[in-house]
């Protein structure tokens, strides 16, 4: 695990790439390296996991004419190397890095079909006089490019592509409607006008000052009849079991990340039963009767872990900053606290973690999968002018008491999420899965931002942001077709990005099995009913599998979301002292974007009703207002 960055186009340059490389060192404290050709630089720091003596970068392949620095691991890479000293090539460490150099010479750019992993890379190719830049299949490796008049600049992270004079600091007005809608920038676009993020499962190449970008991987859903059910099952265990196994391949310790969920226990099952020592876990709480750390304790005490746990109180809001500077861009939700808290204590015993992130995605487990299945269900048999014209303005008008009670977080829906479900129905009355999934996952609606942006801010000449629809996709399940949406920048830009910023501020490289592609490949060919049950269990799959593995009582434990009681900070001082010094009128006048009036009366809102949407809308602001200090006034975080 690294942070890689580099340049093309502009001369030699030795005092840029030292800088670019110096503010990812947390990426990887133990080692750097340079390289310089003519016009072409490119920089790593390392995070020694495997051939750690020897796995230094970057690395070449015999001739030195093709030269790689990588961000990630492959997990196949025992089988490749055998087979390429079968066809003659001569290795020089044990590393996985180096067998992408040699698959390089024996396949060109095809050589991405062989790899098994998470990877985000920069391969430059002396004989061609060409620069690859690629990401994994599914973004669980970040990587980010800036571009103009035939110059490049790259990195793991974008504060390195900042260190470049060539780059304005200068926020990007469209991403900023995009975070307000989503809590997350989506791909390709970034936070930063002119800097973008290469998408998951493409490459990059920069010849000649033109560069090319191609897609040479997304997920496919299954054509044709199902096998049975049975086979199904078989099918799972066989490559859940190998891809823990091989996400094991390490040089250092492995832990893992435990809520005591399935999704972790899990993978922790599988992990204590094929190691020899006791498995580190590590689990993160909320001091409230609802949070799951008695659960987890429970599960790492079952399978012989040596469990650590801490508690996330509402003083370590003063985090905030640091998060900000880590992930680059704000990620609009409170989640980001935990996760940052989580690796701080995991860095304390690990060099590597193994987390059950991916599993909702690709398994049906988020709560928005189910309503969008069940109002699927019910469009079956009812026609669609009965949603939009009697049950939506039914819901709008039936007390907010009412409807908590079928709110799945221990939380006020309240007036505000009443309307969004209300119109959510009013657009469900449609086979348009994109559509039914974009008001799901909205924080901020068309409305409400209307009603937030000032008048002459230009956020109000935007067009709101809309989730692509798919395309030639009606013939497929509607599940499937509504899982398919979450790869196109849920998963990568939100999930993965959060995952990947929060582990590697604490030199932690987390890995995620559910997200191997060759699991995932598979599970996009199962039928919806191994995936989710509309009034029964999600995750069909796993469950049956975690029967044999685990304590029934974990396996067929309900999905808790994972929430922070975060309308219990607002009376805190720390809580308080942040709105104050993120959004009072002054700040808010400043930036041109919302109106004073609107933003005080949310924050009041917030506080006076405690509602789950308007305190997350408020620390989205917030989150907002500190990347703007941090990243575009360059303020002082620390």
């Not at 196994?245 to 992990?271: F, K």
């Not at 799959?541 to 219990?568: D, G, M, Q």
Request: hydrophobic letters at 40%.
């Amino acid at each position: 695990m690294c942070g890689i960055c580099g340049y093309a186009g502009i001369e030699h340059d030795k005092r840029l790439l030292q800088c670019m490389t110096g503010t990812i060192t947390h990426r990887g404290p133990d080692d750097d390296g340079l390289y310089m050709q003519s016009s072409v630089g490119l920089g790593m720091r390392r995070l020694s996991i495997i051939d750690v003596g020897g796995g230094g970068q970057p690395i070449f392949n015999e001739t030195r004419s093709v030269v790689i620095v990588f961000n990630g691991e492959i997990y196949n890479y025992r089988t490749l190397m055998a087979e390429l000293e079968r066809r003659g090539h001569l290795f020089t460490t044990h590393s996985d890095t180096e067998t992408i150099v040699h698959l390089y010479e024996e396949h060109g750019i095809e050589c991405l079909r062989y790899l098994r992993g998470m990877f985000a890379f920069a391969l430059y190719d002396g004989e061609r006089d060409v620069l690859y830049l690629v990401r994994d299949r599914l973004g669980i490796k970040p990587l980010y490019y800036w571009c103009r008049n035939g110059k490049l600049l790259f990195g793991s992270e974008i504060k390195s592509i900042l260190e470049s004079d060539l780059v304005q600091r200068a926020p990007n007005i469209a991403a900023i409607d995009s975070y307000l809608t989503l809590r997350y920038v989506p791909g390709p676009e970034t936070m930063f006008s002119g800097i973008y993020k290469l998408p998951a499962g493409h490459w990059l190449r920069y010849q000649k000052s033109e560069v090319q970008l191609e897609c040479y991987w997304s997920p496919e859903i299954k054509r044709g009849e199902y096998s049975s059910d049975q086979e199904y099952r078989e099918r799972f265990a066989e490559l859940f079991q190998e891809t823990v196994r091989l996400h094991l391949e390490s040089d250092v310790p492995v832990g893992a990340y435990l809520s005591g969920g399935l999704d972790s226990s899990l993978v922790t099952a599988e992990m204590a039963r094929m190691t020899n020592q006791p498995v580190h876990t590590f689990s993160v709480g909320f001091a409230w009767e609802g949070d799951e750390t008695p659960d987890a304790r429970a599960v790492a005490k079952e399978l012989g872990c040596e469990h650590h746990e801490l508690m996330c109180t509402p003083e370590d809001l003063h985090w905030l900053p640091a998060i900000i500077w880590h992930a680059d861009e704000p990620l609009g939700d409170l989640i980001t606290l935990p996760t940052f808290l989580l690796s701080r204590i995991a860095h304390q015993h690990v060099k590597v973690v193994l987390t059950g992130e991916g599993a909702d995605e690709v398994l049906a487990g988020y709560v928005f999968n189910r309503v969008m299945a069940i109002t699927n269900h019910i469009r079956a048999f009812m026609p669609g002018w009965a949603l939009r014209d009697v049950i939506a303005p039914f819901v709008q008008h039936v007390p907010v008491q009412f409807l908590d009670r079928f709110f799945d977080y221990p939380a006020a829906l309240g007036a505000a999420g009443r309307r969004k479900l209300a119109h959510y129905l009013r657009n469900a009355a449609d086979d348009q899965p994109h559509t039914m999934y974009e008001i799901l996952i909205t924080l901020f609606d068309g409305w409400e931002r209307n009603a937030l942006y000032a008048p002459n801010s230009p956020l109000q000449a935007l067009h709101p942001y809309a989730t692509p629809p798919l395309t030639s996709t009606n013939d497929f399940a509607f599940l499937d077709r509504a899982l398919l949406l979450q790869y196109q920048s849920w998963l990568p830009d939100n999930i993965l990005a959060r995952q990947d910023k929060m582990s590697m501020a604490h030199s932690v490289e987390a890995r995620v099995p559910y997200l191997d592609h060759i699991l995932v490949e598979f599970l996009l060919t199962v039928p919806s009913h191994l995936k989710l049950r509309l009034l029964g269990q999600n995750k069909i799959l796993a469950r049956h599998y975690a029967a044999t593995h685990l304590p029934l009582a974990v396996a067929n434990r309900k999905k808790k979301p994972f929430y922070i009681p975060s309308e219990t900070y607002l009376k805190t001082p720390t809580y308080r002292d942040l709105v104050a010094a993120t959004l009072n009128d002054e700040q808010i006048k400043r930036r041109g974007y919302f109106n004073p009036g609107a933003v005080r009366a949310l924050i009041q809102s917030a506080d006076a009703t405690q509602e789950f949407v308007r305190v997350k809308q408020v620390l989205a602001l917030v989150m907002l207002e500190l990347w703007h200090q941090i990243f575009i006034d360059r303020l002082p975080w620390m």
